[in-house]
């Protein structure tokens, strides 16, 4: 499994993000893709999860209501839209997927079987 995120970059605040991550290698259709932040000095977040099979979702308070994520299946690609962005997002930020049924595993480790090489997000105050 191969994943490849783009579109981090500097933002002041409250202005809007887009991030994408490309998927391939799946063999199953029974998988979950999530992002987690890592920010210096910071724990390592896990702010949103999607199953590719239900499409239920979930969200981390500090993001909820401002960021969404969707996956565009015939593209195989997972999507987190961000706004309203606040100078405390600032951090790199990783897709990861994990063959499971649902996010436990991920929301509870926040650590998946794969992960991209990540991508900065900026967000000037």
């Known amino acids: 499994v191969q994943l490849v995120e783009s579109g981090g970059g500097l933002v002041a605040a409250g202005g809007s993000l887009r991030l994408s991550c490309t998927a391939s290698g799946f063999t199953s259709d029974d998988y979950v893709l999530g992002w987690f932040r890592q920010a210096p000095g910071k724990v390592r977040e896990a702010i949103s999860c999607i199953s590719h099979n239900t499409g239920r979702t979930y969200y981390a308070d500090s993001v909820k209501g401002r960021f969404t994520v969707s996956t565009d299946n015939s593209r195989k690609e997972l999507i987190l839209q961000m706004n309203n962005l606040k100078h405390e997002d600032t951090a790199v930020y990783y897709c990861?997927?994990?063959?499971?049924?649902?996010?436990?595993?991920?929301?509870?480790?926040?650590?998946?079987?794969?992960r991209g090489q990540g991508t900065q997000v900026t967000v000037s105050s």
């Open positions: 990861a997927a994990e063959v499971a049924s649902w996010c436990d595993h991920f929301l509870t480790y926040v650590r998946a079987d794969f």
